[in-house]
């Protein structure tokens, strides 16, 4: 999330080591695990600064403020303010900018809806994958290679990474884990990359509220010198936490310390050195293609006033 000198300030999160899981059941909005888990239960508190006893008051409190200000979340339900909350560290202040900073992100990618990003994720199978299983932080994995830039561009793969994302937020244990992204850029071209300063602006706040997530780790892979250059680019615009969030991988290094990272090289497709066999994205298309009604929800989020 990005960081504001008007905003309470974040806390530094104590990340919780889980047993590596396999949890393929995409979009799900169940909270038994994170309500009774005692491992759950820590994370909620050390890493989102979400402690159940006060839960029920920071929930109270964000209403009543979108109410003030005439912000109507759709659906609205509390899945959906504890994800504003979660990403906000906890804190209602910091929930509020993340809303602000959802709504805009809404206003400017227009096509956020499965049916539009179906065509490039149904060509696309095996550069765009969010795994069944989570990391050892209980965190969700996203991997990607380069995609036929010729043919999907730049703004075609926001599109896609924005929809997959919102999926992931309705996640409870996603809500309160995160994300890790893990990036093979062989063959990064400058048609990857983001080509002026609105688009890297709308990128910046993609991760830093457009989506109400934590993306906690950032794993690059054979990056070219390209990769640098847009890397410098984007940095005045993302938070020192998520600079600090990146792991650049050499080439020629291996994949031994990407496979310490997340827990097991047995949960990464073969592509990053692992034995979960290809890379094959199929079964989170169709996550995303029933969850169509959900997607129709979001869109009517609307606000009268500006925070």
């Not at 006060?54 to 659906?75: A, F, G, V």
């Not at 509220?209 to 680019?233: D, K, Q, T, Y």
């Not at 984007?234 to 994949?255: Q, Y």
């Amino acid at each position: 999330m990005g960081e504001q000198a008007s905003l309470p300030p974040l806390t530094t999160p104590k990340f919780v080591t889980f047993p590596v899981a396999h949890d393929p059941n995409f979009g799900d909005t169940d909270t038994h695990d994170v309500d009774s888990d005692p491992l759950w239960k820590e994370a909620a508190v050390s890493v989102v600064n979400d402690p159940e006893d006060t839960r029920q008051k920071r929930l109270e409190e964000l209403r009543d403020e979108l109410k003030r200000r005439s912000i109507k979340l759709c659906p609205g339900d509390k899945n959906q303010l504890l994800a504003m909350l979660r990403a906000g560290q906890g804190q209602v202040a910091r929930a509020l900018h993340v809303i602000e900073v959802f709504l805009q992100y809404q206003q400017y990618e227009k096509n956020g809806l499965p049916k539009h990003v179906e065509p490039m994720l149904r060509n696309t199978l095996k550069d765009f994958v969010v795994l069944p299983h989570r990391d050892k932080y209980g965190r969700r994995i996203v991997v990607f290679k380069m995609w036929d830039a010729e043919k999907w561009s730049y703004k075609d793969g926001m599109e896609a990474f924005y929809v997959i994302m919102l999926l992931l937020s309705r996640e409870p244990k996603t809500q309160l884990a995160g994300v890790t992204m893990i990036g093979d850029y062989s063959g990064m071209s400058r048609k990857h990359m983001a080509t002026n300063l609105d688009d890297i602006k709308a990128w910046a706040n993609l991760i830093s509220g457009g989506v109400p997530i934590w993306f906690h780790r950032s794993h690059i892979c054979n990056a070219p010198w390209l990769f640098e250059i847009l890397f410098n680019m984007v940095k005045p615009f993302i938070s020192e936490t998520a600079r600090n969030g990146v792991m650049l991988h050499k080439r020629g290094t291996g994949w031994n310390v990407l496979h310490e990272a997340v827990g097991s090289a047995d949960i990464l497709p073969e592509e990053f050195g692992g034995n979960a066999g290809p890379m094959n994205n199929i079964n989170y298309l169709n996550a995303l293609l029933n969850s169509h009604q959900y997607f129709a929800e979001l869109r009517k989020c609307t606000k009268d006033d500006p925070i």
